[in-house]
Each structure stands twice: as structure tokens, then as C-alpha cells.
T-cell receptor
Framework: DTEVTQTPKHLVMGMTNKKSLKCEQH?????MYWYKQKAKKPPELMFV???????INESVPSRFSPECPNSSLLNLHLHALQPEDSALYLC????????????????FGSGTRLTVV | LAKTTQPISMDSYEGQEVNITCSHN???????ITWYQQFPSQGPRFIIQ???TKVTNEVASLFIPADRKSSTLSLPRVSLSDTAVYYC???????????FGTGTRLTVIP
């Protein structure tokens, strides 16, 4: 299995709702990532998990709450979002790198298209 | 982190070779260069990476001069399905983060 699977593919939520995005991979990758991408813009890094521990939080508002229950799963819990949070949310995974380890490429999912109304 | 600069957009006819050049003047000794391709409503896809000289795979070639301050992604004989955004990234060895620049929107014309 060489894929990153994201569910749901589309999500519409109100500003008072609580929802979760799910990401799953079975490639044995120990680093997982959440990115946010607005239309016609590059992906922006939100969170990095390394060995199921949060290692990077790129100053993301607390209405976004990541969770890594195990080495194959990554969730993004959403609460009290704003319309400007509407975007494509991408999950990615990679081999964990440290020291002189070289990046052999990230694998991205197809994303969840989120619309906040 | 080294900043990258690449053309915002390029057009090419089908069957032609396309070269996209990326500038990364502040690249550090332990940085390497990687390129990703992204189609609309999909996640980026890894194309190729390199540290110096030339790297070739089944999809593309990557040319990196000796000073490493730039790199060129070469796509041979493009087809309509190569229409996408191409991102050049400079990544630090051992780092667990990818920061995307603006990318180059390639449009292949019939």
C-alpha cells in the first residue's frame, strides 16, 4: 500500500459545528503532516508529527486540534471554524529523517475540501 | 531556509521539452533540491530530487550546476496531462518539514 487516504473528500460545516478530518497510511512512515491550501496558493504547513508526537506547530489557531492515535492514523479536529478556514486540507507522510538522512519524498493524500458556512 | 524563485507560469506545446528553472541563491551545504507536481484538487506528487550535477528518472531530469544556486527541472516531450503546478523546494537534510514556494503553473497547449 503506497497511498495516503483522507476522509471525507468533501465537508461542509457550520461555524458552531465540531468535525474531524482523518488521514491513514500503511507505508510504515513515522512522520505525518497536515497542510492547508487555499485556491491558487501553495500548501502551507500546519503540523508535523514524528513518532506519534507533535514536533512542529506552525502557529496554527487552537480551533484546529491535531491528534495522532497511532503510527498509521492522523486526525485533525475542527471546532468553531471561520469561513476563511475554507480550504483544501492535505495530509502527508514520509520516512522519519534525522541526522544526515535524506528525504525520499513525501506522499500526499488527495485532501479534504472543507467549506465553512 | 533558502528562498526559492521560479516563474509564475509557462506555456508549452505538446511534444516539446520543457525546462523550469528555480533560483535558490541562499542554499546551504546540507540542503538538497526537490521538485513536486500538483494537479488541481490533488495533493502534490514527488517528482525528483538531487544534491548536485544531474539526476534522471523515468519522469524527469534535474540539472544542478556546481554552485547549486539554481536548478532546472526538465520534462521531455510534454503532453496535455503534464499541465500542472510544479514546485521547487530546498530541504535541509534531516529536516521533517517541506515549505512550498509559489510554484510554476505549466500549461501544455495542443
Amino acid at each position: 500500500d503506497t497511498e495516503v487516504t483522507q476522509t471525507p473528500k468533501h465537508l461542509v460545516m457550520g461555524m458552531t459545528n465540531k468535525k474531524s478530518l482523518k488521514c491513514e497510511q500503511h507505508m510504515g512512515h513515522r512522520a505525518m503532516y497536515w497542510y492547508k491550501q487555499k485556491a491558487k496558493k501553495p500548501p502551507e504547513l500546519m503540523f508535523v508529527y514524528s513518532y506519534e508526537k507533535l514536533s512542529i506547530n506552525e502557529s496554527v489557531p487552537s480551533r484546529f486540534s491535531p491528534e495522532c492515535p497511532n503510527s498509521s492514523l492522523l486526525n485533525l479536529h475542527l471546532h468553531a471554524l471561520q469561513p476563511e478556514d475554507s480550504a483544501l486540507y492535505l495530509c502527508a507522510s514520509s520516512q522519519e529523517r534525522s541526522g544526515t538522512a535524506i528525504n525520499y519524498g513525501y506522499t500526499f493524500g488527495s485532501g479534504t475540501r472543507l467549506t465553512v458556512v | 531556509l533558502a528562498k526559492t524563485t521560479q516563474p509564475i507560469s509557462m506555456d508549452s506545446y505538446e511534444g516539446q521539452e520543457v525546462n523550469i528553472t528555480c533560483s535558490h541563491n541562499n542554499i546551504a551545504t546540507n540542503d538538497y533540491i526537490t521538485w513536486y507536481q500538483q494537479f488541481p484538487s490533488q495533493g502534490p506528487r514527488f517528482i525528483i530530487q538531487g544534491y548536485k550535477t544531474k539526476v534522471t528518472n523515468e519522469v524527469a531530469s534535474l540539472f544542478i550546476p556546481a554552485d547549486r544556486k539554481s536548478s532546472t527541472l526538465s520534462l521531455p516531450r510534454v503532453s496535455l496531462s503534464d499541465t500542472a503546478v510544479y514546485y521547487c523546494l530546498v530541504v535541509k537534510t534531516g529536516a521533517n518539514n517541506l515549505f512550498f514556494g509559489t510554484g510554476t503553473r505549466l500549461t501544455v497547449i495542443p
